[in-house]
Structure formats: structure tokens, C-alpha cells
């Protein structure tokens, strides 16, 4: 597994300061679900990537954070990190064992869907809290995306909506409610899909609500958190050009959009550890250039110098905002997007 554990969890708001060289290096910090100050510890190098809390004795690997964090299946979070699921082989023969020469071809997979009464509960949550976001109640939120760059126009376009929660709470409802398969928890308690307070965004399809990310309105424990359920492919944001650009939050790519949607398509991974898709990929390996804008920080980094030219070749070129970490902030601190594109078009 490749995926970097410390760098996902920095993903999601949390600060880490490193602490010792145990295990190649150890990083402590606030735990994602009890708080403090120093009790979660994190091991980027160790067996792949661990962590363990000493207060609420919480410890697993980058799949186990995933679950945990977004409320998924396990073939949720092997999809949600771009893992290929295990599969039954048998060990071949010298007659058919092939020596593999090249670097490794990307296979893209199969968007899966929601079920269908997941996406007709979907859309009717999502009706509801863009009506939310409308109301003086979602003043705050509509701060929050206007401190973005977004308009409203783009805000509209968007779908985007507003959980106020119930009675001034998260949102917690039956699975098998939603067309997902009973779970249970640990110690035996049945899982609930969480539907937490904040920001929702979702990922709109032909048949209809395929996704729900929440941009929580609590500072405690994850920043964003995707409904589980939710289809985890990316967002695509196509243009009349045969350029895209490559960002990771989906705010990123409405911003982008807004300000230069004439200039290029705009996609959004969702996090620079997941790949494309096949629909996503057909149109990437077809385009005439593609501006890598993923993250300024190390996730993206790695991801921007690896995966994207070893899959798309030299059309892909590396773009980050001249300021900030994303288009976001570097709107925020007074660049104009439109021209920043502009010149990685040239």
C-alpha cells in the first residue's frame, strides 16, 4: 500500500510535529476522535503506515482511518485510496510465468455507483439543504464559499447545499434506510450512515445524486467526510478545449471552472492518493495537455511527480498556484486565476 497515512490525515485538518525516529520516524498530535494534545502517534514508515491513540486506544492503518473517518466498507476505502482489491491467484508455472519489463501500465476502474435507493435518498437530502443554504440560518456557509472565490452563479451550478443537522446535531440514519448492507461495529453495535453538519457537496450524474462530501461545520475530528455509499469517482468539469486542469477539492474545480471554463476542463480527484477512473481517464488520455494543480504540500507532490507522468506522459505539466496550497488560497491572497492558468497554457 502506497498510500502516505500522515499525509492523509493532515488531508483532513489535523497538525502533527515529529517526536522521535521510532519506526523511521514518529509524529504525534490531537486524536481525530478524542482531541488532546500529543496522544495520537503516527508512523508514515512503519509496515506501510500506522497509527495508535494512547487515549481511546484507536490504531490501524491507512484502510482502518478511512473506515473509520468516512464510515465506509472496506471495498469503500480500498476504492476511496486508489487500492486494488486482493484478488485469488494461483502461482503460475514456468510454462506461463512472464518477466515483466516497462514500467507499470495504469488500469483504470469502473465507476461504481450508489445504489439506486441511495441516490433517490441522496437527492431528496440534497434538495432539502440547498433550500437550507438559502435560509438566514445559511448565512454562515454562504460566507464560507465566498470567502472561496465562489459566486453565486457557480455556487447554484454547483448544487451546492447547507445541513443545518437535526435539532442542532448531526444527521444519523438507518443504512439498510439507504440500500446499504447492515454493519455492525466492534463491540456490536449497528453502524448508522452518518450525515454530519456543514457544507454539502455533491457529485451530480445522469442518474442523478452519485455523491455527498460534507465540509463539516465542527473543528473537532475530520475536516470533510463523504457519505457512505457515495460513488467515489472524480468530478469532471469538461471544457470545448482538449486541456484539463487537475485539482483535488472539489471547490478547487467550480473555482477554476468559474474563472476559466472557456480556457480548459477542471477535474477533481478528491485527494491526490486516488486515480482516475475509466470515464475520467478516456478523456485524459486523449487531451493535448493536462496543468497538474494538485496540492502544494507532500501527498500531492508525490502524486504530481509519480503516478500523473508515468500514466499521461510529458502533456502533463506541473502547475501549482504560485501562493498557497490551492486555487482556493491563492485567490484568497490576491492572485488572479484566470491569468495563472493562462500562463501554464503558454
Known amino acids: 500500500m502506497n498510500t502516505d497515512i500522515l499525509s492523509l490525515?493532515?488531508?483532513?485538518?489535523?497538525?502533527?510535529?515529529?517526536?522521535a525516529r521510532t519506526h523511521g520516524g514518529e509524529y504525534a498530535g490531537a486524536c481525530p476522535w478524542c482531541g488532546g494534545n500529543d496522544r495520537f502517534l503516527v508512523w508514515p514508515e512503519y509496515r506501510g503506515g500506522r497509527y495508535w491513540c494512547r487515549g481511546c486506544e484507536r490504531k490501524g492503518d491507512a484502510i482502518q482511518y478511512v473506515r473509520d473517518t468516512r464510515n465506509l466498507a472496506y471495498f469503500e476505502a480500498l476504492d476511496f485510496l486508489g487500492i486494488e482489491k486482493p484478488q485469488r491467484l494461483s502461482a503460475p508455472s514456468k510454462k506461463t510465468k512472464r518477466k515483466h519489463t516497462g514500467p507499470p501500465r495504469?488500469?483504470?476502474?469502473?465507476?461504481?455507483?450508489?445504489?439506486?435507493?441511495?441516490?433517490?435518498?441522496?437527492?431528496?437530502?440534497?434538495?432539502?439543504?440547498?433550500?437550507?443554504?438559502r435560509t438566514p440560518g445559511g448565512q454562515a456557509a454562504r460566507d464560507i464559499l465566498s470567502g472561496k472565490g465562489l459566486n453565486e452563479e457557480t455556487i447554484r451550478r454547483a448544487g451546492i447545499g447547507w445541513n443545518p443537522g437535526e435539532h442542532g446535531e448531526d444527521i444519523y440514519r438507518d443504512r439498510r434506510g439507504w440500500g446499504l448492507p447492515h454493519e455492525v461495529h466492534r463491540d456490536g453495535r449497528p453502524k448508522r450512515l452518518w450525515i454530519p453538519q456543514g457544507i454539502v457537496i455533491p457529485l451530480q450524474g445522469n442518474e442523478g445524486t452519485r455523491r455527498l462530501r460534507i465540509r463539516r461545520h465542527s473543528e473537532d475530528g475530520p475536516r470533510y467526510v463523504i457519505v457512505a455509499g457515495s460513488s467515489m469517482s472524480p468530478l469532471v468539469l469538461e471544457s470545448?478545449?482538449?486541456?484539463?486542469?487537475?485539482?483535488?477539492?472539489?471547490?478547487?474545480?467550480?473555482?477554476?471552472?468559474?474563472?476559466?471554463?472557456?480556457?480548459?476542463?477542471?477535474?477533481?480527484?478528491?485527494?491526490?492518493?486516488?486515480?482516475?477512473?475509466?470515464?475520467?481517464?478516456?478523456?485524459?488520455?486523449?487531451?493535448?495537455?493536462?496543468?497538474?494543480?494538485l496540492d502544494y504540500d507532500p501527498a500531492g507532490a508525490r502524486a504530481a511527480w509519480k503516478f500523473w507522468p508515468e500514466a499521461y506522459g510529458a502533456k502533463v505539466i506541473r502547475w501549482p498556484p504560485p501562493v498557497g496550497k490551492d486555487p482556493s488560497d491563492a485567490w484568497q491572497q490576491g492572485i488572479n486565476i484566470r491569468d495563472w492558468i493562462e500562463a501554464g497554457l503558454e
Open 106 to 133: 495504469f488500469t483504470p476502474r469502473a465507476e461504481t455507483a450508489p445504489p439506486p435507493l441511495w441516490s433517490e435518498k441522496a437527492m431528496k437530502f440534497l434538495q432539502w439543504s440547498q433550500a437550507q443554504l
Open 9 to 19: 490525515i493532515q488531508a483532513d485538518g489535523h497538525t502533527f510535529k515529529k517526536v
Open 240 to 293: 470545448v478545449t482538449g486541456v484539463f486542469m487537475v485539482v483535488e477539492s472539489e471547490l478547487d474545480a467550480w473555482l477554476c471552472w468559474q474563472e476559466a471554463g472557456d480556457l480548459c476542463g477542471v477535474v477533481a480527484m478528491g485527494s491526490a492518493q486516488l486515480k482516475p477512473d475509466k470515464a475520467a481517464h478516456n478523456l485524459l488520455i486523449k487531451s493535448e495537455k493536462i496543468l497538474n494543480a
